[in-house]
């Protein structure tokens, strides 16, 4: 490429921890490739009065509208998402150029006492502003006072720390280890994290897709060393029973497919209306196959 590549992100910790990570990468396999980054401010980032976990007009593209709109008036060669913040369906002519290996997906609690979740006084108030974490934390706590939080994770920590009311929040471990690995100090030196095995994460979380346009050879091509076959399968299938689902960001479910070989596992949780517990599919099968597992997931779970 004789030209920058230009990757457009979020001004969030996070984003620009992944979109520094994906320009090393990039720089890594293509040695003198100048890469560039250009923040754009994205409805969710300006919206903070926006509930998450309300489905409405803003649900879909809320962190990723205005970067896709960037790409397609050729302000930057390609966008640099969490997965889980894309809609399961993309505008036309925009595809995904890279999904990156995927870090631990796992959701955790981050407390100001030890112990987890089982720890917590009965009445504990627990931050989080995922409709999915919000019906897990009551289906396995069912006195548990939730409170709606948004903001960066640095934030959101913040806020845990200066609160007099609020024991504990809920944060994606993968966002925590990209921060650190990116030097960020989070405050959490007197705080408790643990790993919380009842809660499925989103379709895609832990994941880092890189869009870019679909006739744009040059960036495609530029792009494909950075892709991870086995996450992209995995996210892939977990982001097809979404959208079978009928879904958004906001839809409460959690899924989670892994890769071991040739075979794939899958495990979903789909939290419908009035339900107290989730419906639940467990499976597995040849990873070819993923297409046939997430169809069969959706049939079991839309089942009554």
């Not at 960037?70 to 997965?83: I, N, R």
């Not at 095995?197 to 890189?210: C, K, N, R, T």
């Not at 339900?275 to 089942?303: C, F, H, N």
């Amino acid at each position: 490429m004789n030209r920058p590549l230009i990757l457009g992100t979020r001004g969030s910790d996070l984003a620009l921890a992944q979109t520094r990570d994906a320009a090393a990468r990039l720089r890594t396999a293509h040695p003198g490739l100048v890469v560039e980054e250009h923040i754009i401010r994205t409805t969710g980032d300006r919206r903070l009065d926006v509930s998450l976990s309300a489905p409405g007009p803003l649900d879909k593209g809320l962190f990723t509208k205005e970067l896709e709109d960037a790409l397609l008036s050729g302000e930057v060669d390609a966008a640099v998402h969490s997965l889980k913040d894309l809609p399961t369906s993309q505008p036309e002519g925009l595809t995904l150029g890279a999904i990156l290996e995927r870090e631990e997906p796992d959701d955790v609690l981050i407390s100001k006492i030890g112990g987890g979740i089982d720890a917590l006084p009965i009445g504990s108030v627990v931050a989080t502003s995922s409709l999915r974490r919000k019906c897990f934390l009551r289906w396995t706590r069912s006195d548990i006072q939730i409170e709606e939080i948004r903001g960066n994770v640095p934030t959101r920590i913040r806020k845990l720390s200066e609160s007099d009311h609020i024991l504990a929040l809920v944060l994606a471990r993968a966002g925590l280890r990209r921060l650190e690995a990116a030097g960020c100090a989070l405050g959490l030196e007197h705080l408790d994290t643990t790993t919380l095995p009842f809660m499925l994460p989103a379709p895609g979380q832990g994941a880092v897709a890189i869009e870019c346009r679909e006739d744009d050879q040059e960036t495609l091509d530029a792009l494909a060393p950075l892709h991870h076959a086995p996450t992209a399968v995995c996210v892939r299938t977990e982001r097809a029973i979404l959208a079978g689902l009928g879904g958004g960001c906001s839809l409460p479910v959690g899924i989670r497919a892994t890769a071991s070989g040739d075979r794939m596992n899958l495990w979903a949780a789909w939290f419908t209306d009035g339900d107290q517990r989730p419906r639940e599919v467990k499976d597995y099968g040849p990873i070819a196959d993923w297409e046939a597992l997430a169809a069969a997931a959706v049939t079991s779970l839309t089942m009554r």
